[in-house]
Structures are given as structure tokens and as C-alpha cells.
């Protein structure tokens, strides 16, 4: 047989075969119907779990996510996740078109980002108003605030439920350290209804600075208010928390009446009635920053 015959003779049967693959084809589509798995190019696992999440609509993607946040470019945000600088939830995450929440915690290069613009929200806050996110402890202060945007802003510190004043809210993170910070902090100045009128000696006690289980609590000042009876009485703190007015009047046998925050750094209540809220003037987010 001659070479071009023997071509000729492996060509026919190749006829023949290329026709199985088309039934074998078929016998994969039966396959499939039935819930078989046939080949890992149907159905490779990483794309599994890329459209499960990517069913979300409040998810984007994580080189997007990167971008809003003012880090970089997209096509750079890819770079830096395929190098493993990006964690989601604490974990290194370097696939590419990974998807991810609004309130999922990414990091880059150890720093968390918010790919949201900053908004800065300044209430006055009535009685009866829990200050707290949890949807679980009734109406809470996060209900007064609700139409004033729909970015994902907190509370920076407590005022408890019966006190009234101002709380502000953001989703800034470097304010929110500012205000935490155990040594420097922002200013909140407070006027408070005692019980009984404050003694001249705690009142000194106060301003020198009280010791409580062993740890001193530092205060600004402290004045009488005037034209008002010794029961009221003018604190300013740095500390955030709400327990800590309970814990200086506590420690001296003082029962709080009523907390009213009337300012919180230069921030002050003009302009402002109870219940109401107000975004931050530009002027005022760039003092705000430089406290």
C-alpha cells in the first residue's frame, strides 16, 4: 500500500470517529440533565463560589471596592490583590473578580479602607433613644438619623438612653480614632443635674483628678453652672463613654438626674433643636480633622 493510500485509509476511519464525539457529547448533555458531574470544565470550584456571592446586589467587586476608597486604580488594585496586600474578613484574598459586602472588613496592606465618601452627622439627641446599632434595644438612635444618609455611619461614643445632647456620627475611621484615643481624644463638655448640691471638696476632688480602683480619671474642668443651683454642675472629658460621669459622681455618692452634651469639640447645639440633625459644614469636618 502507498503511502497516499495509507492517508487515504486513515482518513476514512477518522470520518467514522469524528461522529462518536457528537453522541458522546449527547451522552454528557443526558449527563448533566441527571445531575452528573462529567468534567471539571463544567463547573471548576472557584467559579462556584464566585457566583454564589456575586448573587448578592449589595456585593461589588473587590478591585472596585479598592478603588472607591481612593487607594488606587482598578487595574492597580489588581496587582496589589494578586500579591496578597488585600484581606477580607482576615484572610489574604488574591483571586481576581472576588466579591465582596459593604460591611465585610477589607484591609490594605494592614489598614482597613471604606469605600464609601466620608459623611460627618452631627444629632441632637432626645430622651429615649438607646445609642447603639443593634436593632434588638427598641428605638435607637441610628432610627433618628435614618434619612439622613445611606452611608454606614456610627455613633462616636454613648450617651445612655434617658440623656440628651450631641452625638456624632461618621464613617470615618481616622475621626473615630481621633475621639478614642486614650491620650489625646476630643473635648465633650456636659452639663449634669445632680441629686444634691456638690460639695466644695468633691468639687476640688474632681478637678485634681480621682483615683477609682486604683485608675486615675482625668477630667478638663468642672464648673458651677451659673444662676443654678449646686446640683448642676459643668464637665468637661475627653473620654467617650457614658459610664464614666456615673463612675466619677458614683465613687463621691451622687446620683445623676440628667446629662445633657452641649458641645463636643467646637461643635455646639446652635442651630440645632432637639431631635434634629445636620451634616458638618466643610469648614467644621476640616477643624474636626485637625483636633
Known amino acids: 500500500m502507498s503511502r497516499q493510500q495509507g492517508a487515504q485509509g486513515k482518513g476514512k ?23 452528573k458531574q462529567v468534567s471539571n470544565k463544567n463547573a471548576p470550584t472557584r467559579q462556584k463560589q464566585t457566583t454564589s456571592r456575586s448573587s448578592h446586589p449589595d456585593e461589588i467587586r473587590l478591585n472596585k471596592y479598592i478603588a472607591n476608597s481612593g487607594i488606587c486604580s482598578r487595574r492597580d488594585a489588581d496587582m496589589h490583590i494578586a500579591v496578597g496586600s488585600v484581606t477580607v474578613n482576615g484572610k489574604v484574598v488574591t483571586e481576581m ?8 472588613e477589607v484591609k490594605f496592606d494592614g489598614a482597613r479602607i471604606n469605600p464609601e465618601k466620608k459623611t460627618y452627622v452631627l444629632l441632637n439627641k432626645p430622651k429615649g433613644f438607646a445609642t447603639t446599632t443593634s436593632e434588638s434595644k427598641g428605638r435607637t438612635v441610628m432610627d433618628l438619623v435614618a434619612n439622613a444618609t445611606n452611608a454606614r455611619i456610627k455613633p462616636i461614643g454613648r450617651l445612655g438612653r434617658n440623656s440628651t445632647g450631641l452625638l456624632l456620627f461618621t464613617n470615618d475611621d481616622v ?55 449646686k446640683t448642676h454642675i459643668g464637665l468637661k472629658i475627653k473620654n467617650t463613654g457614658n459610664t464614666i460621669l456615673h463612675t466619677i459622681f458614683g465613687h463621691l455618692k451622687y446620683d445623676i438626674v440628667k446629662v445633657d452634651c452641649v458641645a463636643i469639640g467646637h461643635l455646639t447645639k446652635k442651630d440645632l433643636p432637639r431631635g434634629h440633625w445636620k451634616h458638618l459644614t466643610q469648614q467644621e469636618v476640616n477643624t474636626l480633622q485637625m483636633l
Do not use: C, M
Open 97 to 104: 473578580g472576588y466579591k465582596v459586602k459593604l460591611d465585610d
Open 13 to 35: 476511519p477518522s470520518g467514522r470517529r469524528s461522529y462518536k464525539p457528537t453522541n458522546k457529547s449527547a451522552d454528557y448533555s443526558k449527563d448533566n440533565v441527571k445531575g
Open 175 to 229: 475621626v473615630v480614632k481621633k475621639f478614642t484615643n486614650s491620650k489625646h481624644g476630643v473635648s465633650r463638655l456636659f452639663e449634669i443635674e445632680l441629686d444634691k448640691n456638690l460639695k466644695l471638696d468633691d468639687f476640688k476632688k474632681i478637678k485634681e483628678g480621682l483615683k477609682v480602683q486604683g485608675k486615675l480619671v482625668p477630667v478638663e474642668d468642672i464648673s458651677y453652672i451659673d444662676d443654678a443651683p
